[in-house]
């Protein structure tokens, strides 16, 4: 088409389309109302084009936000919009420009320019069964399609020519109904393997922005400090923690297993148990004297700037703490635990003796004196006769909420409120896992006071006389070992024996202070969070974990400058659903998948109403399940349940009074879980991977701690 007649003629067309029988039917479906309508005429020099298509910088067919999907045909694109023609069609990776798939389509037709606009004609003989992009053209559009999504912030349906070799591109308007995107566990690093280890297993369940982007960086700088003090790896050293869609994995570069395996193996181990052993009382130290520090000052006095810098100073000593914790108390536990045990059963047991894990019952730690004092506390109650009596009745929520007034009422004001008060302050900062938006019996005292009703109802052993009955037991069995043996093997009997004792409670202890920062990092993002919900930025205080740590950054200095903030509740509700979604999901164990390290950590196979694990504490029980993913749930624990969860820390022993039978989807025979259902005598079954999935609250399971199986009813 030409000439300025013709043009104008286009133009008016363009503008009488609003009125087609489809775009009216259009607007009454969606309540659009006619006045409210208008349209702007585009006018441009005509885009040559040899060949033609679209770009969906997601898959349309799968929601895969990772992949893109192109449509091409020769000519102009009017073909392949009008369905004269079957395009060409490739699946893209947008990191990579890796072809995925691709369709080539025998293409008859195609548009072409005329004299008076386009008409059809017929492809080349040549041309019919030919790829119109190559592998690097297809690449380049890819990312012009990325470059096009991240200009828009949005997924992008794009219309594209292609002249001379050259592309160009001539609309772009925002996907209508993509599906949504199904979860992808794409590392975003290449040479990369990656595990849920270590760290890992103490950061569970799905966690938050701010935990993931302020929380999580800063333990792959402790974690590479320690690389660089102790191997002399510079950088991260190849040695990273990465979240994919909610959950944290340990990653490797795999360039780097050759070096790890050989300074490692030749001396890494000693230097690295070495060094946890020198900075173990220094790191504990520092979290304290910070959490010190900072419960002393007075929040309100502080700007914004300053509040998040505290909470990167408090996390920073926590995740120092973590490393040195991780190099030293607990492997050494685990490496001494393990030398006994193989040694025991290799050269020294016989098959009426003892199980190894009786000579390490009953050795004082945090926890336990932690039982102690909640025990102590509840015996002390039960003779004020009314505040016995108050106790009993209310939900421990009630209680907990009466504790938090001002005043105390009575029977729970004066010295019920003191003692209690006393023991959160020794023992409430045990977390129930690293992520600090979970709060700590400090915060939230609820899954303690449940334990002391417990203890008041008479239905909690004394820990006091079975500690003592567990040592009585040790130092017989201790004893009636060692008189039988050879003098050189009750040499070793007794050497490896003490220092797995001597070394057992370091464990235990290393992970109850694992949060002597975290009643101060949480204090510290509740005043932040309140000062950001009075200026309207999010909806309610802890709204702030739903928050990324630059945007927190952003908002705290806009707060500093006084301006006004923009809201983010409406993506803090979209990211709230998000994490909802990821935490009904199981994560893969390692990646990338179908690998030779995820077949490694794969789940053992079961029947089908079987799950296999790690049998930690022998015994066989029958009882309905409680499945817990966090402290939110523990008011629906119930005595004689078997609890089930995907770990366990310290923050739960008190769970552990009520529970028959303990089963998680992840740890193993020396996992923090194992070491107290032996303690309390009851049967457990590690490593399951996925019994919180596939058991459901109320369900009957037979928990069976010696063959390492649960068997669901």
């Known amino acids: 088409m030409c000439g300025e007649a013709m043009v104008l003629e286009a133009v008016k ?100 320019r005329a004299e008076t606009g386009t008409r059809e004609a017929p492809v080349p003989d040549s041309q019919k069964k030919k790829a119109v992009l190559t592998d690097a053209q297809a690449a380049e559009l890819a990312k012009l399609g990325a470059d096009i999504e991240k200009l828009y912030e949005m997924p992008m349906d794009i219309e594209w020519t292609l002249a001379a070799g050259k592309f160009a591109i ?140 505290g909470v990167r100073e408090l996390f920073g000593a926590t995740a120092d703490y973590f490393t040195v914790a991780q190099s030293g108390p607990i492997p050494l536990s685990t490496m001494s635990e393990t030398l006994f045990t193989r040694f025991y059963n290799a050269l020294v047991k016989r098959k009426s003796d003892p199980t190894a894990a009786t000579f390490l019952l009953g050795l004082e730690n945090l926890p336990l004196q932690a039982e102690k004092s909640l025990f102590d506390l509840a015996q002390w109650a039960q003779g004020q006769t009314d505040l016995a009596g108050y106790l009993r009745q209310p939900p421990a929520q009630d209680v907990w909420d009466a504790l938090q007034a001002d005043p105390v009422p009575a029977p729970l004001s004066g010295e019920f409120a003191a003692r209690f008060a006393a023991h959160l302050a020794a023992f409430g900062h045990v977390v129930y896992d690293l992520d600090f938006s979970k709060p700590v019996p400090a915060d939230d005292a609820v899954p303690v006071l449940d334990a002391l009703k417990f203890y008041l109802a008479d239905q909690g052993r004394n820990p006091h006389i079975r ?52 009643p101060q990092i949480r204090r510290l993002l509740r005043e932040l969070g309140r000062r950001l919900t009075a200026s309207g930025a999010i909806a309610r205080p802890e709204d702030i974990y739903w928050l990324e740590a630059g945007e927190v950054d952003e908002l705290a200095a806009s707060l500093g400058r006084g301006e006004p903030l923009s809201s ?122 996925v019994a919180t999935r596939r058991i459901h609250n109320g369900q009957t399971v037979t928990v069976d701690g010696t063959s390492g199986t649960v068997t669901l009813a």
């Open 13 to 112: 067309r363009c503008w009488a389309s609003l009125w087609t029988a489809r775009a009216i039917g259009y607007r009454a479906r969606h309540n659009i109302a006619p006045q409210d309508v208008s349209l702007a005429v585009v006018v441009q020099v005509l885009v040559p084009a040899d060949a033609a298509g679209i770009l969906f910088t997601a898959n349309p067919l799968t929601g895969a936000r990772s992949q893109v999907m192109i449509n091409a045909a020769w000519g102009l694109g009017e073909a392949i919009v009008s369905g004269a023609v079957t395009p060409d069609t490739l699946t893209v990776e947008k990191a990579t420009g890796r072809i995925i798939s691709r369709e080539i389509a025998e293409k008859q037709a195609m548009t072409v």
């Open 170 to 309: 001539v609309q772009a308007r925002p996907i209508t109904a993509l599906p949504e995107p199904p979860l992808e566990w794409l590392l975003s690093r290449p040479h990369t393997i990656a595990a849920r280890l270590s760290f890992v297993e103490f950061v569970p369940d799905a966690v938050p922005p701010l935990f993931a982007t302020l929380a999580v960086p800063l333990a792959t700088q402790a974690t590479s400090k320690m690389m660089a003090d102790v191997l002399g790896f510079r950088g991260e050293a190849g040695y990273y923690f990465e979240v994919l869609n909610g959950y944290v994995y340990n990653c490797l570069n795999t360039r780097s297993i050759l070096q790890y395996a050989v300074l490692g193996g030749l001396f890494g181990t000693s230097k690295v148990l070495r060094y946890g052993r020198m900075r173990r009382e220094e790191v504990r130290a520092n979290s304290r004297a910070a959490a010190d520090k900072w419960r002393q000052m007075n929040l309100a006095a502080l700007s914004a700037v300053e509040l998040l810098a």
């Open 467 to 518: 500690l003592q009955a567990q040592a009585e037991q040790r130092r017989q069995a201790e004893q009636t070992i060692a008189m039988r043996l050879a003098p050189l093997r009750r040499k070793w009997f007794r050497k490896l024996l003490k220092s797995a004792q001597d070394c057992a409670p370091g464990r235990e202890n290393a992970i109850a202070d694992l949060g002597l920062t975290y």
């Open 568 to 689: 983010h509740a409406a993506s803090v509700e979209t990211r709230k659903a998000g994490w909802q979604r990821a935490r009904k999901i199981t994560p893969p164990t390692a990646l990338p998948e179908k690998t030779w390290l995820a077949r490694l950590m794969a789940p053992k196979k079961a029947e089908t109403n079987t799950l296999k694990g790690y049998g930690a504490s022998a015994g066989t029980v029958t009882a309905p399940a409680c499945v817990l993913r966090g402290p939110e749930d523990f008011p629906q624990m119930r005595p004689g349940d078997v609890l089930v969860a995907v770990t366990t820390t310290p923050a739960w022993t008190p769970l552990f009074v009520m529970a028959s039978a303990v089963v998680t989807d992840i740890g193993g025979p020396l996992s923090h879980s194992s070491i107290v259902a032996r303690e309390y005598g009851i049967p457990a079954v590690m490593a399951t991977g």
